[in-house]
């Protein structure tokens, strides 16, 4: 079945980095669509990030430009390089699949804390 399993949450101060992990499992990765959306207290959920396709064509949210970049390996792991981070970025950051069926899976999310 579809897995996809998130990690590299934490606790970071202002100005400071993470990388969010994101494996996948159970359908054809590299002709997926893979995005990594946040939501934060009392928000909708938002997408933050989408790389698509064979060719990996990348979208981002404007809050995030230039400051975060997603990108993805040959074999399964979408990630989230998250620099200068904002405590405006506190969320929980969940990892979603739309396979070339049309069909969305998510993940179970992963915390991030900015904070001083």
């Known amino acids: 079945q579809v897995q996809l399993v998130e990690s590299g949450g934490g606790l970071v101060q202002p100005g400071g980095s993470l990388r969010l992990s994101c494996v996948a499992s159970g359908f054809t990765f590299s002709s997926s669509t893979m995005s990594w959306y946040r939501q934060a207290p009392g928000k909708e959920r938002e997408m933050v990030a989408f790389i698509a396709g064979i060719l990996g064509v990348t979208n981002y949210a404007d809050s995030v430009k230039g400051r975060f970049t997603i990108s993805r390996d040959a074999k399964n792991t979408v990630y989230l390089q998250m620099n200068s981070l904002k405590p405006e970025d506190t969320a929980v950051y969940y990892c979603?699949?739309?396979?070339?069926?049309?069909?969305?899976?998510w993940g179970q999310g992963t915390q991030v804390t900015v904070s001083s």
């Open positions: 979603k699949a739309r396979t070339n069926r049309g069909r969305d899976y």
